[in-house]
């Protein structure tokens, strides 16, 4: 990289700092809902926009190209799928989260069924996918790019990517993380746009990269010339070629990149998991003003999704066109030459595409959208993650800690996540033969199946009950278990070895096994809760698409008498949701729920005034750890208050529902088109 492209980095850095530090300071990140769901403030743009970069990380920009790169069109599969699952957590989901007044995932489940194990069980699980599918290969991913651009070791650029986002993320809070999203959904997009439309012009379009991508395979005489130390066998230099389908997205039911059986009745049940339960998506969605704006920007995402196809997997399908040699490695040692990996090297597609193609200065733009989709994924992984931990598991563990107490546990837990991640890459590097995104899903595919049918079970039908869905969780989780844990025994061996694995291992595919898992799943958790007493009708209330058309009924005749809330001066009115809103002011408004569970502080002052009157060195703590406030003045809501801002969170003007649900037939129509179109 020249001079002119590490001013362009370094102009970047400024700005996300700038910005983040601004919205620091909006964040009233001292009070849980101004630290976790950013007082629920953000319009549609925002949202949608933090949906999209929350999601498409860095280990998107080397995962999804490197399988582009590897296997053509079919990874693609993922990115129009998330197009329809995103709609309906905007339409089912979210509805039933406002109405049950939740900030996690968890505590979703600790409503909906009662007790505390189902909760701890989906706490736990999300924070180790959290570490173990996100954190260690985004920042592998990151590292990988900074590698390939500058020749810097892999672990010093982890170390340099990790230290600044979790600075960003301590400090700020889900403010920052989004407002910064906003600017790196810019310049991710306006970067990967830009090496898009060079290397379509360099390859001769979308025909060009159709005809000769089926063409590039590997010239071994050329290897051999250039490295005669090398050895390599023909069935790795068959398994190499790119396969006769690459150009389809939906493949036969025993391809073993994308079964078209297994990814509609197994990879869309897990993805399900990801798109409408997870809490890295839905805290943002939770963090808009209303229904409506959630819906907005779910379909704002879905119009987002669109693009990864065209900026990311077919610019590594062209990385393969330029690079065969270096891509298609030919076995372990030439592999260990080309970008020291042992299992193949499909990963470097992006990066090396971009130091060949793009002129200087862009490259330097480059690199800030890799940085970027890496800090935008990790960032929002952090919070989330602190966000369920502190709220689930710390909070149930000390009910007493107050307000300030449980924001500095959840950046503390940050440090560690990102200690534990650091430990992990090594793994990342070794699964998947090379394909990063295909080590993400599989590990997923095996895990949270039985979470997906808890979730859909739980908001569909108001008969399962907690002894059901622990019944039917557990299982499945212990055979997703149990095959992950054989998976990573017995590892699928390299093209020029022998496949010894056994026939249950080697000639399932991992998205059959998540079929499987979810239906189990669903079987035992419908025959034991039919077997056992039904819920109260007062667990099922707010919990379920059932009680929530009961509240509509009755919303569409009371929403006169909510006038009175809107009055201006107080965002808790117009934007509340019952769990410690911020007002303009500087009060805090909590509801008896929070009181209980000691989630608040209920002490203190209307913010504004003096900082923590100690040393400068205590001063700069206390202003990292969000102390720089005096505590904020709680004040109860009553039952009906709390009721009549739910009220006002779900009310649709007859304008905007019309735009919306037009928006929604518009959006899945693109997808299934496109589903259809590639793989015909």
């Known amino acids: 990289m020249e001079i002119a492209d590490i001013v362009v980095v370094a102009i970047y850095f400024v700005l996300v700092l700038v910005i983040g530090f601004v919205a620091m300071r909006r964040a009233n990140g001292s009070t849980v809902n101004g630290y976790f769901l950013a007082g629920r403030t953000m319009n549609w743009a925002a949202v949608g926009a933090s949906l999209f970069v929350s999601n498409i990380g860095s280990e998107h920009f080397i995962g999804l190209a490197g399988s582009g790169a590897a296997s053509g069109f079919s990874v693609a599969a993922w990115e129009l799928n998330a197009l329809l699952l995103l709609q309906l957590l905007g339409w089912m989901f979210i509805p039933v989260y406002i109405h049950s007044g939740v900030y996690t995932m968890p505590e979703y489940l600790s409503k909906r069924y009662g007790g505390k194990r189902l909760k701890v069980y989906f706490a736990v699980l999300s924070l180790v996918l959290y570490i173990f599918t996100k954190v260690s290969v985004d920042l592998y991913a990151g590292a990988l ?6 020749g810097w070791n892999l672990y010093l650029s982890i170390i340099l990517l990790i230290a600044m986002t979790a600075l960003l993320t301590v400090t700020g809070g889900l403010v920052a993380v989004i407002y ?29 990269v159709r005809i000769k991508y089926m063409q590039a395979a590997p010239n071994i005489t050329g290897i051999l010339l250039s490295s005669p130390n090398l050895t390599f066998s023909n069935s ?39 798109w409408c339960t997870d809490q890295v998506i839905v805290q943002r969605v939770l963090a808009a003003k209303n229904i409506s704006h959630a819906k907005g920007s779910t379909i704002m995402a879905g119009f987002l999704k669109i693009l990864p196809m065209f900026i990311i997997v077919i610019p590594g399908m062209i990385a393969r066109i330029f690079f065969t040699n270096e891509l298609a490695c030919i076995s372990r040692e030439h592999c260990m030459e080309v970008c020291g990996a042992e299992t193949g090297c499909s990963n470097v597609a992006y990066p090396r595409l971009v130091m060949s193609m793009m002129p200087v200065g862009l490259r330097g733009l480059m690199m800030a959208v890799m940085i970027a989709a890496l800090m935008s994924d990790l960032d929002s992984i952090f919070n989330s993650a602190s966000t369920i931990f502190t709220l689930d598991i710390y909070n149930m563990l000390r009910k007493e800690a107050t307000a300030r107490e449980l924001v500095i546990v959840g950046k503390l837990f940050v ?103 979810f239906w189990v799943s669903v079987s035992v958790a419908v025959a034991v809760s039919l077997c056992t007493p039904p819920p109260s009708k007062e667990q099922i209330a707010t919990t379920t698409l059932w009680g929530l058309s009961k509240r509509k009924q009755g919303l569409e005749k009371d929403l006169t008498m909510m006038e009175p809330l809107n009055h201006k001066g107080s965002r808790t009115r117009e934007n509340g949701d019952g769990h410690g809103v911020s007002l303009q002011n500087g009060c805090h408004y909590v509801n008896s729920n929070e009181v209980e569970q000691g989630t608040v502080e209920l002490q203190g002052w209307c913010s504004g005034g003096g900082g923590v009157d100690k040393g400068q060195g205590m001063k700069l703590l206390a202003w990292f750890c969000g102390l720089h406030a005096q505590p904020t003045k709680a004040q109860v809501l009553t039952e009906h208050e709390e009721e009549r801002i739910v009220d006002a969170l779900l009310h649709e003007p007859v304008k905007s529902r019309f735009i919306l649900n037009a928006g929604l037939v518009v959006i899945c129509s693109i997808g299934i088109f496109l589903f259809i179109y590639f793989s015909l």
């Open 180 to 208: 910064t999203d906003a600017l790196q959904a810019f310049l991710m997009i306006a970067g990967a746009l830009c090496l898009t439309v060079i290397s379509l012009v360099e390859v001769g379009g979308l025909e060009g």
């Open 236 to 274: 790795c230099y068959h398994h190499l070629s790119p396969k006769p389908d690459s150009l389809k997205i939906l493949r036969g039911a025993s391809d073993p990149d994308l079964p078209w059986p297994g990814f509609l009745l197994g990879q869309t049940p897990a993805s399900i998991w990801y």
């Open 145 to 150: 790019f900074i590698q390939e651009s500058l």
């Open 415 to 517: 440090v560690f996540m990102v200690l534990v991640s650091i430990a992990w890459v090594p793994v990342v590097i070794e699964m998947q033969g090379g394909q990063m995104f295909y080590y993400i899903q599989e590990v997923s595919d095996y895990l949270t199946p039985p979470v997906a049918a808890l979730f859909l079970l739980g908001v569909l039908w108001h008969r399962c009950n907690e002894t059901g869905a622990f019944c039917g969780g557990m299982v499945g989780f212990s055979l997703g278990a149990v095959r992950l844990v054989l998976a990573f025994v017995y590892r699928e061996p390299h093209c020029s070895q022998v496949d010894e694995r056994p026939s249950f291992i080697k000639d399932i595919h991992f998205m059959y096994v998540a079929a499987v898992l």
